[in-house]
């Protein structure tokens, strides 16, 4: 299903995967202009794995996020024996801190409608000591080296497993999967969002993959988008 080409420096991977067709995986060694969510930067030193996925979505392409944290959390596991978390709506988390993001884009090129699905990894990169209150790297972790190509195929093969249930519309089973790995839902959550900062505590997900917070009141309210942190 998926075919990788490798670069050792590229500007982002996800606009490189524009040109590409369903399937591509395009890996680099680092970027130059990595972004996360709402155009930030992100940090993507030599060393890290930075890698991008293009597919064909059919509908519901947020679950395309969270089959990518679902496949860095199980690869991470069988590879390291590390229990990591995830942080709706995209991140994998060590210890409260963030080892992965996720970018999931659409893609408008040559007439097509793409899906590329981002990420980006702390392996053997150093983190920067603005962010080492907030992100760990694998080899902080584990006090060793790691294969980067080892792993990008590990990860590729939970992808390939978890991307039957998408293709089958089976999102129910996507969704049990990753409330079970959720460091989210229970939570005392504060969401800043576009439309106001809201206080409540993480009681579901929808199946529009959208984080459902019960405030101080009673009533609910739906996250769209926006950045979450934790109160408890």
Known sequence: MFKVYHFGKLTSTNDKAKSYPEGSVIVADEQTKGRGRFKRKWSSAKGGLYMSIVLNPLDQPGYLTFIAVISLQRAIEKEFGLKTKLKWPNDVLYDDKKLC????????????????????????????????????????????????????????????????????????????????????????????????????????????????????????????????????
């Not at 089958?168 to 800043?192: E, F, P, Q």
């Not at 984080?211 to 109160?231: P, T, Y």
């Open 101 to 232: 993001g996720i970018l999931a884009e659409s893609i408008f090129f040559d007439d097509s409608n793409k899906m590329v699905v981002g990420i980006g990894l702390n392996v053997n990169n150093k983190v920067p000591i603005s962010l080492s209150k907030k992100a760990i790297s694998l080899k902080s972790i584990t006090k060793k080296g790691i294969n980067r190509g080892k792993l990008v195929k590990s990860i590729l093969k939970e992808f390939k497993s978890l991307y039957l249930f998408y293709k089958n519309k089976n999102y129910k089973k996507i969704l049990s999967l990753w409330k079970k790995l959720s460091d989210t839902i229970g939570r005392k959550i504060k969401a800043v969002t576009q439309h106001g900062t809201y206080i409540g505590k993480a009681v579901d997900v929808d199946k529009d993959c959208s984080l459902i917070l019960r405030l101080k009141n009673g009533s609910k309210k739906r996250i769209i988008e926006g950045d979450i942190s934790a109160l408890d």
